[in-house]
């Protein structure tokens, strides 16, 4: 009954936020079918904008057809390269592109740093100075992910003095990898200076070409040490030229937009995102150093010495990105079939 409830709530949400929505008989219709054809969740029909006069079914790629595609053309035994970030490290470290790199690894309580393969006790970390990020190695969506600060013999994990003990039992859920902070671009600083805000770009391949599919920006609320929307964080698209849109998006724990950042209020339309075309140009080239791959998500940080890639992700989500652009299926499946052409794969 909550869940009803929530639902109703989230639907009545997003229909109110639009002023040119369908007819309430055509909703319901496209909803029995959408559900049907695609096997989703109601929300998502709202959330893509599909309730919204002028947008079509049947120009929308639907995740159960996404991922028949993605399945296809960006194969398991690929993956891991994207996956394991301790993998990916080591793959970028030789494509010139300018990446965040790997400090080391936590694994069997030690620390083993790129200088140091035998290691030390995590016991000793307290005898370091450290400011990094630990990420699960093969986690996603922000889970498993903390800030880490060591100084003067003391510990804080997500800016919070810790212990120890609290240390282990987070990184005893498997292999850490941890990672370099980085000083956020001022610019970037003016939305949110809690964490860094990080573009998530995806890029795409025909089999001979790398180029831009769409792109959100993910902005840290509250005191937030990552951005991630599964942390309750925003998203917010934005135009050709690098420019927000109007409205930014928070997906947790409720469905609300904001026009302003609810902490630093700054106002998204119009915001310039720094470097944005250069951005484009870095993930695009360094596409074509993975070559296999026919969409990847990227992570891309902007600090004050410029762009770095934090991580790439081999499974995007796709509702993200039409929620912004409108339908891509089109786009997605002429791209999917000459890639599976070229790359003699059967589609």
């Given amino acids: 009954m909550r869940n009803i409830l929530k639902l109703y709530k989230d639907t009545r949400y997003f229909y109110r936020e639009s002023s040119d929505n369908k007819s309430i008989f055509r909703i319901i219709f496209e909803l029995i079918f ?75 309580e030690r620390i083993y740093f790129k200088n140091n393969l035998s290691g030390i006790k995590l016991d000793d970390i307290v005898n370091l100075t450290l400011h990094c990020f630990c990420k699960l190695n093969t986690g996603y969506g922000g889970l498993n992910v903390f800030k880490l600060d060591v100084e003067d013999k003391k510990i804080k994990i997500n800016n919070k003095a810790s212990t120890l003990a609290d240390l282990k039992k987070i990184v005893s859920k498997g292999v850490y990898v941890v990672q370099n902070t980085i000083i956020q ?7 949110n ?12 391949s025909d089999g001979e070409t790398f180029i831009y599919l769409g792109g959100f920006l993910r902005i840290g609320i509250g005191d937030s040490v990552a951005d991630n929307t599964t942390k309750g964080n925003l998203t917010c698209g934005w135009n050709e030229s690098g420019k927000l849109s109007e409205k930014a998006f928070e997906f947790i724990p409720k469905r609300k937009f904001h026009t302003h950042h609810p902490n630093s209020k700054a106002v998204f339309k119009d915001f310039q995102i720094p470097f944005f075309k250069d951005a484009i140009n870095l993930v695009e080239e360094t596409h074509k150093q993975l070559p296999f791959f026919f969409i990847i998500a990227w992570d891309v940080a902007i600090s004050d010495k410029g762009l770095a890639i934090i991580e790439a992700n081999p499974v995007p989500d796709i509702s993200f990105i039409q929620s912004y652009y409108g339908g891509l299926r089109q786009r997605i499946r002429g791209c999917a079939y000459s890639f599976a052409a070229i790359k003699h794969i059967n589609l």
């Fill in 34 to 108: 959408w559900i049907w054809l695609n096997n989703r969740v109601i929300i998502e029909y709202f959330f893509i904008g599909l309730h919204q006069k002028g947008n079509r079914l049947q120009d929308f790629i639907a995740r159960k057809e996404f991922n028949r595609i993605h399945n296809k053309l960006n194969p398991i035994y690929y993956r891991a390269v994207l996956e394991d970030k301790f993998v990916f490290d080591k793959y970028m470290e030789g494509s010139g592109s300018p990446v965040i790199p790997l400090l080391g690894r936590i694994e069997n």
């Fill in 185 to 191: 671009h001022p610019e970037m600083n003016k939305l």
């Fill in 193 to 204: 200076d809690k964490c860094v805000n990080t573009l998530r770009i995806l890029t795409i």
